[in-house]
């Protein structure tokens, strides 16, 4: 079976500081994995996502992710945090095949001024 | 621009109705999914369906059925035997096999029982 667990139900940082958001992942076979955000009252937006075909996956508003096989992590940074980025992520994780995606309990980043 | 409708934003319901959530895609996506968001809680899934006619149970589904017609649409009624269904509902689709894709999200309607 696979999971996803996020580290940290709640992440707080100042403006212009460095966002660190924690993945971990579970899988018998390489995964496909997903990094979403979710503003207030809002569905959740794709970020970005780790299919093989690099380690280091760039996404929208700056953010990007490393694959790391050997630690089983996909943890989500961005070198400086902005107001807007106040939201809601979740990691997710898919295998091969039909299966359905896998999401963590999510993690709310909240910048301090 | 393609993506997928949930409606309406916000709906109330009164004890012991039935309520009816839409959720209309023209991604031309073969699976749909229908999730329960609490404070706290995460993501929880309560029915999919991978092909028209066809759907499946997920995690929560007591007090709740599902249709699907049509490839387009695939809408969620919260019954009278849902006892507690104020939360967040969100409405997600998918190309069947295609496990690099991820899925696209409609952008939520709020139930609120009064």
């Known amino acids: 079976a696979q999971s996803v667990t996020q580290l940290g139900s709640h992440v707080s940082v100042s403006e212009g500081a460095l966002v660190l958001l924690r993945c971990n992942y579970s899988?018998?076979?390489?995964?496909?994995l997903f990094w979403y955000v979710q503003y207030p009252n809002q569905g959740l937006q794709l970020l970005l996502k780790?299919?093989?075909?690099?380690?280091l996956v760039k996404g929208i508003n700056g953010f990007e992710a490393e694959f790391k096989k050997s630690e089983t992590s996909f943890h989500l940074t961005k070198p400086s945090a902005h107001m807007s980025d106040a939201a809601e992520y979740f990691c997710?994780?898919?295998?091969?095949?039909?299966?359905?995606?896998?999401f963590g309990q999510g993690t709310r980043l909240t910048i301090n001024p | 621009d393609g993506g997928i409708t949930q409606s309406p934003k916000y709906l109330f319901r009164k004890e012991g109705q039935n309520v009816t959530l839409s959720c209309e895609q023209n991604?031309?996506?073969?699976?749909m999914y229908w999730y329960r968001q609490d404070p706290g809680q995460g993501l929880r899934l309560i029915y999919y369906?991978?092909?028209?006619?066809?759907?499946q149970k997920g995690d929560i589904a007591e007090g709740y059925s599902v249709s699907r017609e049509k490839k387009e649409s695939f809408p969620l009624t919260v019954t009278s035997a849902q006892k507690n269904p104020t939360a967040f509902y969100l409405c997600?689709?998918?190309?069947?096999?295609?496990?690099?894709?991820?899925?696209?999200f409609g952008s939520g309607t709020r139930l609120t029982v009064v």
């Open positions: 997600a689709s998918s190309i069947e096999g295609a496990s690099n894709y991820g899925y696209t």
């Open positions: 991604l031309n996506h073969d699976a």
């Open positions: 997710a994780v898919r295998r091969g095949g039909a299966q359905k995606l896998v």
């Open positions: 780790y299919t093989s075909a690099a380690t």
């Open positions: 369906s991978q092909i028209v006619n066809d759907f």
């Open positions: 899988s018998s076979v390489p995964p496909y």
